[in-house]
Structure formats: structure tokens, C-alpha cells
């Protein structure tokens, strides 16, 4: 199974902060990763796939990039709104897996 | 598109359970789906996935599950289910129905259902 890792596991950040998550993949996978955002009580939501081309509707202040095994989720500007629990998931092979989120909260 | 489960409960070790997923909005045989779940404060575990009507509506499972639950679809109806068999307590969980995207001759994950609570419990 491909093992998804995520950094850091938590964060908290001021309103207007540029926020970076990484995923770290075992082994390549091109650039079939996508990015979640879960809310408290609510279900995921898609962000990006493709490592890097956003979900329609998602703000441009959200971005992804990387391939083969490493890769990053940046907020370039955190708004309220953004507190959530990021999770990767790669879609390269068999079981899909994810990574275990990464928690960011508002200062 | 819409993606709505259904058919969660309490059920008591060993037993089974169905849920449903009705899905609108697109051409249902046409789209891969899946299952994911997520057990109380934990993160997110794929369960299952059922390719389109081009790929004979074949099948994958997580290790954790394969053998005791079954992904199917009602083409007529536009449903997908998942049968839950010889649950275990492990398997206490919210269960998300999704629709996948198709995007560079891949499939991902789309569209989420609200979920559907899954409780094992005796």
C-alpha cells in the first residue's frame, strides 16, 4: 500500500498568514493526489486534484503543487472561513489511501 | 449532481446492514463510485469502489472489508449499495458515497454525499 504522510499534524495561524501543508507520498505517483477540506460535522469537500488544478468554486487563494512523492497545499492568504482539517489522498494505485489531516486553526 | 446515503443504523456484532446511495445530476452508468468512511475522531479509510458500465461495473476493496462487504449497483434506479456483512465493532464509522470525476484518463474522487452513521454496537 502507498503510505500518505502529512505535516505538520496541526497548526494555527493568524488571519491573512500564507499557510503550507506537505504530503509525503511512499513511493511515486505522478501527480495523482488530491487535496480535502472537512469542516466539524460536515463532510469532506474536494479542493484539488491533480496536485495542482483546483475543484470549480474553490478559491484562488488555495493552491497545490508537486509530483512522484512530495507535495504542497498552500493557503496564500488564511481566512476565517479556512479552519478545517486538510487531508491528502493519492488515486496512483490500490487501496486509495489518505493522509492522517492536518488541523489548521485560526489565531 | 446530488449524492444521497442512506440506511445507516445501530447493528450488533456479526450483523449486516445495507446502505444505499441515490445519485442524480449525471449518467450514473458512466461514473465510477466510492465508499469512504470515517470512525468517530479519525481520519478518512477508502472502502470501496465501483468502475462504470465500460468497465463491467468491477469492483475494488479496502484489505479491511473485502470479503464481508459488497459494492453493487441498480442501474434502473440510479442506487449503489454497499452490503455490510459480519460487522465488527471496528467498522463504527460515518460512510460517505461519492461520485468520482473523470479527468486525463483517471478516475478521482468528486462529489460527497452527506454520510451515513454506522454504528456496531451491542
Known amino acids: 500500500d502507498i503510505q500518505m504522510t502529512q505535516s505538520p499534524s496541526s497548526l494555527s495561524a493568524s488571519v491573512g498568514d500564507r499557510v503550507t501543508i506537505t504530503c509525503r507520498a511512499s513511493?511515486?505517483?505522478?501527480?495523482?493526489l488530491s487535496w480535502f477540506q472537512q469542516k466539524p460535522g460536515k463532510a469532506p469537500k474536494s479542493l484539488i486534484y491533480?496536485?495542482?488544478t483546483l475543484h470549480t468554486g474553490v478559491p484562488s487563494r488555495f493552491s497545490g503543487g508537486g509530483s512522484g512523492t512530495d507535495f504542497i497545499l498552500t493557503i496564500s492568504s488564511l481566512q476565517p472561513e479556512d479552519s478545517a482539517t486538510y487531508y491528502c489522498?493519492?488515486?496512483?494505485?490500490?487501496?486509495?489511501?489518505f493522509g492522517q489531516g492536518t488541523k489548521v486553526e485560526i489565531k | 449532481v446530488e449524492v444521497v446515503e442512506s440506511g445507516g443504523g445501530l447493528v450488533q456484532p456479526g450483523g449486516s446492514l445495507r446502505l444505499s446511495c441515490a445519485v442524480s445530476g449525471f449518467t450514473f452508468s458512466d461514473d465510477f463510485i466510492d465508499w469512504v468512511r470515517q470512525a468517530p475522531g479519525k481520519g478518512l479509510e477508502w472502502v470501496a469502489r465501483?468502475?462504470?458500465?465500460?468497465?463491467?461495473?468491477?469492483?475494488e476493496y479496502a484489505a479491511s472489508v473485502r470479503g464481508r462487504f459488497t459494492i453493487s449497483r441498480d442501474e434502473s434506479k440510479n442506487l449503489v449499495f454497499l452490503q455490510m456483512n459480519a460487522l465488527k465493532t471496528d467498522d463504527t464509522a460515518v460512510y460517505y458515497c461519492?461520485?468520482?470525476?473523470?479527468?486525463?484518463?483517471?478516475?478521482?474522487?468528486?462529489?460527497w454525499g452527506q454520510g451515513t452513521l454506522v454504528t456496531v454496537s451491542s
Open positions: 489522498q493519492q488515486y496512483g494505485g490500490y487501496p486509495l489511501t
Open positions: 465501483s468502475r462504470n458500465r465500460t468497465k463491467g461495473y468491477s469492483t
Open positions: 461519492i461520485r468520482d470525476y473523470f479527468k486525463s484518463d483517471i478516475y478521482f474522487i468528486g462529489n
Open positions: 491533480g496536485a495542482s
Open positions: 513511493q511515486g505517483i505522478s501527480n495523482f
